[in-house]
């Protein structure tokens, strides 16, 4: 095998030289039966690590990619974003609370007004989308409160405030019959808020069933969309602050 | 729709596409399947975080793949990788089924890829797993072409001598039949 280095017939094996220079080497091989058997060698090799990864151990799916890094967000961080947005507010002429700042118990988390600006539609509605990727429901209990606190101030103050919640991914299992703690309390919130919306994530709902054989029954409060993730985006292009949990 | 939402919404069906094969590849590289799991799904967010990176969809294969190498890299040189290749579970997983012979020989395959060095692995993989040329190794790991080439030559020569020449020896009898 004196004309043939390992690399050439690597090579060879792997198909890469041109399709004529390929013809004509393997032509020349067939004189040299150490360096044929060689190359069969390699590609036998080559067969053998092929195969032995065609079955691999399937991918988690309860980590599915977008759910990898959740972002536990502290609910004081929730607070202290959605504070910024009604400081904000506060700070361009739109007053939200009746106390002066320096008693005001979410000021206090931004005393400086350095909150993102708030997401004011043309109307000068305060729009914000939370993004609900987390299944705990202590999690989801806390957001609430957060919510429903921050929804009470608005119409106190009579300012325009949407909210929507997206659940998505495992967070879907707030919006989930089976799953969630607060149905009674989602039922409440509906009737009492039709400013603020709760959104399924059809893709989500499709995945259970297709892939854990799952058949989702959603709280009756649940809108949906196709997607979550798509949703959220559109939300954000829209100009809405965009919060995940 | 702004060309910022398409971009990740094309991107998205990508990364959905080509999850397994990212696993599959992944797991060749960590033999374990929980590493898999975070390296691809680290490697997926990445690839959304920095999809405005991504210039041309045709080489977003390898552009994904390119993430991955980097981040497994950098987790092996932060691990000072010497991997204990006895505890790795080789195991094909649906062995119910298997016969005994044909999981000893799969897990003789995977153990002896498992222990070929860091490096060669990588380049093994890509070509014969991704089905990579040599130019597409080559620009993944930016390395030279010569260097691919080498170190896929080393690495099929290791597992040359584990695979076949020691089955033949164990045997008594040649592994391949030559057909006429």
Redesign the interface.
């Known amino acids: 095998m004196k004309h043939y280095s390992e690399e050439m017939l690597n090579a060879l094996a792997d198909d890469e030289y041109p399709v004529e220079q390929q013809v004509e080497l393997l032509s020349r091989l067939q004189s040299d039966k150490a360096a044929t058997d060689e190359l069969c060698k390699l590609r036998s090799v080559k067969q053998l690590v092929k195969t032995a990864y065609q079955e691999t151990p399937e991918p988690n799916d309860k980590r599915h990619w977008w759910n990898y890094r959740t972002n536990k967000l502290p609910l004081f961080a929730v607070a202290s974003i959605m504070l910024a947005v009604a400081v904000s507010v506060f700070l361009t002429g739109q007053y939200l609370f009746q106390e002066p700042i320096e008693n005001r118990r979410l000021a206090m988390l931004d005393p400086d007004g350095r909150g993102q600006q708030p997401a004011l539609g043309e109307s000068q509605e305060t729009r914000i989308v939370l993004h609900l990727l987390d299944a705990d429901m202590q999690v989801a209990g806390d957001l609430l409160d957060e919510i429903e606190r921050l929804l009470a101030e608005h119409r106190t103050s009579g300012n325009s405030l949407r909210v929507e919640i997206v659940a998505h991914s495992e967070g879907l299992a707030l919006l989930r019959q089976r799953l969630s703690t607060h149905k009674t309390r989602i039922t409440r919130l509906a009737n009492e808020y039709p400013n603020l919306a709760f959104v399924a994530c059809l893709n989500t709902v499709r995945r259970l069933r297709v892939e854990q054989g799952i058949e989702v029954t959603l709280l009756p409060e649940a809108s949906t969309t196709k997607s979550g993730v798509a949703h959220v985006v559109q939300r954000q292009m829209e100009g809405w602050a965009y919060i995940k949990v | 729709m702004?060309l910022a939402?398409w971009r990740?919404?094309r991107l998205?069906k990508i990364?959905l596409h080509e999850?397994?094969m990212l696993?599959?590849l992944a797991?060749?590289w960590c033999h374990n399947?929980?590493t898999?799991?975070?390296l691809?799904?680290?490697t997926?967010?990445l690839a959304m975080e920095h999809v405005e990176q991504l210039k041309d969809n045709n080489k977003a294969r390898q552009w994904i793949v390119k993430i991955m190498v980097n981040l497994h890299h950098n987790r092996m040189r932060s691990l000072r990788e010497s991997v204990d290749v006895e505890t790795l579970n080789l195991a094909?997983?649906?062995s119910v089924e298997s016969l005994a012979l044909q999981e000893d020989r799969?897990s003789q395959?995977?153990h002896a890829?498992a222990s070929l060095k860091y490096d060669q692995r990588i380049v093994?993989?890509l070509?014969?797993?991704m089905g990579y040329?040599?130019i597409q190794v080559a620009e993944t790991l930016d390395i030279p072409i010569g260097t691919v080439?080498?170190r896929?030559?080393r690495a099929?020569?290791k597992?040359?001598d584990k695979?076949?020449n020691h089955n033949a020896e164990a045997t008594g009898r040649p592994?391949?039949r030559r057909v006429k």
Do not use: G
Request: aromatic share 6%.
């Open positions: 702004t939402i990740r919404r998205e990364l999850y397994a696993h599959r797991w060749s399947r929980h898999a799991d975070e691809v799904q680290e997926c967010l094909s997983p649906d799969i395959i995977r890829v093994l993989t070509v014969d797993l040329s040599y080439m080498s896929l030559t099929r020569s597992l040359k695979l076949l592994n391949l």
